[in-house]
């Protein structure tokens, strides 16, 4: 479980983070965003179940983020924190499923209790969709999910063919007559975006009509075989022919271009070897999985046919150039963003970019390469960008790769899109190293004016939302010394200057400047100039 907090101070973040027990409650990421707009992108990543949202915030304030909330994310529970008192906006929380407006000043027990609440909502309808789930099988077993994971069993190494065959002959008789088979498999990650937006961003809605497509000719119309969504992978279908099993490049081809005809977009296709059935169906599927991962991402002809020499293109064998690895861009890149430099950020990947450019074929293998390259540079940056408390909440930054319509990849538009997101990554490094600097000022300037209170290192972090240990280390960093030192420096200096002032006990100076025992306070200020408070204001003229 996944929650987001979101408000645009960040003393705020730290409260609602300190002021629940969120890892005892089976919290594994807890995120932030500053404002609505950034929130989005984190909930269409993170999909955390419950969002804890402050209302008055810059952007993209709570009452529109709630609204795009119940249309995009209508599972997660939404806890409003306010500065307002105002009507409107409890109205709105409530007409948006809100499961508690809370008024700032948080009150601790409040906010746990509203949490709970969510979780215990949460558990609930997890409950109910199990069981729907299972009182689903129990009515028919052959419903399309039922089959699904049938033919997912069918397909592995290790499984009771006998028994998992048994079940699908009643639906399909000629399954039991079946000697050999053949794979083709469909690819739907590069048309799922455009195919999305049609049917209202509902992805098993999407992956169910092009299932229907497929059935309606291999299994109604041939009798072939059938489609069924691939376990390893929700982005992948199967079809599974095993009567004609010899044409299966025909048929792909003749499926292909159904679904064309159908959604307007070429689906990417890979056609496995003719294998033994069952014995062999596992093997069947890893073939055409083979060819489907081995395609040319840069044009899109038809489905890919898996054959005994098959290779992945760009392996610098024979006279074919080596793909580039992205690790070798990690710390020219984060040289170009801590300098904010976008000549420098351009030109690295422009050459990058060239050498993808010489490549033969790109094939989703490379892709997959790629972005994994792409995760472990930006866990990398992530670790040494300043030395922010809100790293640990920041997703790390993704570098997705574009297609054009004809779903086939476009590094010109992969390229634009990488200088935009970086360039926008290195200037949310650098707010964040200017509000890193910002908090310590504050300090500081609270113990100018409060010199006379508490002022150790827990009183401090816990009056600004922050750890001990961020605050110890940062103020270091930023003055040279670390906050005791500072502090007691601070705390002489002035006492020096009321000592010029004989109407003052060195009584009343010692608790002017925060020292409750007048002996210790004597103590202190000798060690820093070496004569005691009497002495030094005998030398005072």
């Avoid at 890893?286 to 890919?304: D, F, I, K, M, W």
Wanted: glycine share 4%; net charge negative; hydrophobic share 40%.
């Amino acid at each position: 479980m996944n929650v987001l907090i979101v408000d645009d101070e960040q003393h705020a973040r730290e409260a609602a983070k300190l002021l629940v027990p969120w890892e005892r409650l089976g919290v594994q990421e807890l995120l932030e965003a500053e404002n609505g707009e950034s929130a989005k992108a984190i909930i269409l990543n993170k999909h955390p179940s419950i969002i804890v949202t402050d209302m008055h915030m810059p952007v993209a304030d709570g009452m529109r983020l709630l609204e795009w909330v119940n249309e995009n994310a209508p599972l997660a529970k939404l806890i409003v924190i306010s500065g307002f008192n105002d009507f409107r906006y409890v109205r709105h929380t409530l007409k948006y499923g809100g499961i508690d407006y809370l008024l700032k000043p948080i009150d601790p027990a409040q906010l746990l209790d509203a949490v709970y609440r969510a979780i215990e909502q949460l558990n609930e309808e997890e409950q109910q969709r199990l069981q729907q789930i299972e009182q689903g099988i129990t009515l028919n077993q052959y419903k399309p999910v039922y089959r699904d994971y049938l033919f997912g069993q069918l397909i592995q190494p290790k499984c009771d063919t006998d028994t998992v065959i048994a079940q699908l002959t009643e639906q399909f008789p000629l399954l039991a007559s079946a000697t050999d088979c053949c794979a083709i498999l469909f690819s739907l990650q590069p048309v799922m975006a455009p195919l999305l937006k049609r049917f209202g961003h509902d992805r098993d809605l999407a992956v169910f009509a092009i299932q229907n497509v497929l059935n309606d000719f291999v299994v109604h119309e041939w009798n072939d075989g059938c489609a069924f969504r691939s376990t390893r992978d929700p982005e992948e279908l199967i079809v599974l022919l095993w009567r004609g099993a010899d044409r299966a490049c025909q048929r792909a081809e003749q499926l292909t271009h159904a679904l064309r005809d159908t959604f307007g977009l070429p689906f990417h296709a890979g056609v496995g070897h003719l294998m033994p059935f069952p014995a062999n169906a596992a093997m069947a599927v890893e073939t055409a999985q083979t060819a489907c991962l081995l395609r040319n991402l840069l044009s899109v002809h038809g489905p890919y046919v898996w054959s005994p020499g098959l290779k992945e293109a760009g392996t610098g064998s024979g006279q074919q150039p080596a793909a580039p690895d992205f690790t070798a861009l990690a710390d020219p890149v984060w040289l170009a963003l801590m300098s904010r430099d976008e000549q420098l950020l351009q030109s690295t990947l422009r050459q990058w970019f060239e050498a993808v450019e010489k490549l033969p074929a790109i094939t989703p293998i490379h892709i997959e390469r790629w972005t994994k390259q792409i995760e472990i540079a930006s866990a990398r940056w992530q670790h040494r960008d300043t030395d922010t408390e809100e790293r640990s909440s920041t997703p790390p930054l993704t570098l997705p790769f574009l297609y054009e319509d004809d779903t086939t990849l476009s590094l010109a538009k992969t390229e634009e899109h990488w200088n935009q997101l970086l360039n926008a990554e290195a200037e949310r490094l650098a707010r964040l190293i200017r509000q890193e600097r910002n908090v310590i000022r504050d300090i500081i300037e609270y113990i100018e004016r409060h010199l006379q209170e508490d002022l150790s290192l827990q009183q401090l972090a816990g009056r600004f939302f922050l750890s001990r240990e961020y605050v110890s280390r940062r103020f270091r960093q930023e003055t040279g010394v670390t906050l005791s030192e500072y502090v007691e420096r601070l705390r002489m200096e002035h006492a020096k200057k009321l000592l010029a002032n004989r109407a003052y006990k060195i009584s009343d100076i010692a608790a002017m400047v925060g020292y409750v025992d007048e002996k210790y306070f004597s103590k202190v200020f000798k060690k820093h100039g070496g004569l005691s408070p009497q002495q030094f204001r005998k030398m005072e003229p």
